[in-house]
T-cell receptor, first 112, second 114 residues
């Protein structure tokens, strides 16, 4: 167990809808990362937060947004969902911005 | 475009054999090269990592070989076991930006037959 908790484990929704994925980092970790894993694109970095502030941005769509709260948990919001957004979304955390990552077990999103 | 290219896509090895997975990169700014192991239903887990100032790093049965001039690195799994059956990802990042912004290869599905 990595110590990173993601909820829910599975999410099934329809096109056009909005969902929120939640991540609790390991105790003491200040940095949270979101990754998307799909058959088409593989594992892709979306966004990083460090102690509540956005630190780095990757291939994240404008329909997606994230935030990190004062208690350091993070949420990834996906809106106007499309079929192609179906993927496994991973959260990872690290103690600082330059230490190794620990991944959660992911949220499997299915858009029907 | 894929910043880290990984091969082979799948690999079948006999128990006790050596598994070898290769990766190549173009961006010379990369200075951190980790390997991740992923089991079905789980997130990737860090297996071993290397920085470009060394050519080899060994941890137990797992060894990374790094060739800076060729911009290639590989994972060797000695005495492969059925429990090693998983998907392996190579990755790269730069400490200058953030270590956690990893560029992953497409993965290698390893099957070790008993």
């Amino acid at each position: 167990d990595s110590g990173v908790t993601q909820t829910p484990k599975h999410l099934i929704t329809a096109t056009g809808q909005r969902v929120t994925l939640r991540c609790s980092p390991r105790s003491g970790d200040l940095s949270v990362y979101w990754y998307q894993q799909s058959l088409d694109q593989g594992l892709q970095f979306l966004i990083q937060y460090y102690n509540g502030e956005e630190r780095a941005k990757g291939n994240i769509l404008e329909r997606f947004s994230a935030q990190q709260f004062p208690d350091l948990h993070s949420e990834l919001n996906l809106s106007s969902l499309e079929l192609g957004d179906s993927a496994l979304y991973f959260c990872a955390s690290s103690r600082t911005a330059n230490e190794k990552l620990f991944f959660g077990s992911g949220t499997q999103l299915s858009v029907l | 475009q894929q910043q880290v290219k990984q091969s082979p896509q799948s690999l079948i090895v006999q128990k006790g054999g050596i598994s070898i997975i290769n990766c190549a990169y173009e961006n010379t700014a990369f200075d951190y090269f980790p390997w991740y192991q992923q089991f079905p239903g789980k997130g990737p887990a860090l297996l071993i990592a290397i920085r470009p100032d060394v050519s080899e790093k060994k941890e137990g049965r797992f060894t990374i070989s790094f060739n800076k001039s060729a911009k290639q690195f590989s994972l060797h799994i000695m005495d492969s076991q059925p429990g090693d059956s998983a998907t392996y990802f190579c990755a790269a990042s730069t400490r200058g930006s953030t270590l956690g912004r990893l560029y992953f290869g497409r993965g290698t599905q390893l099957t070790v037959w008993p």
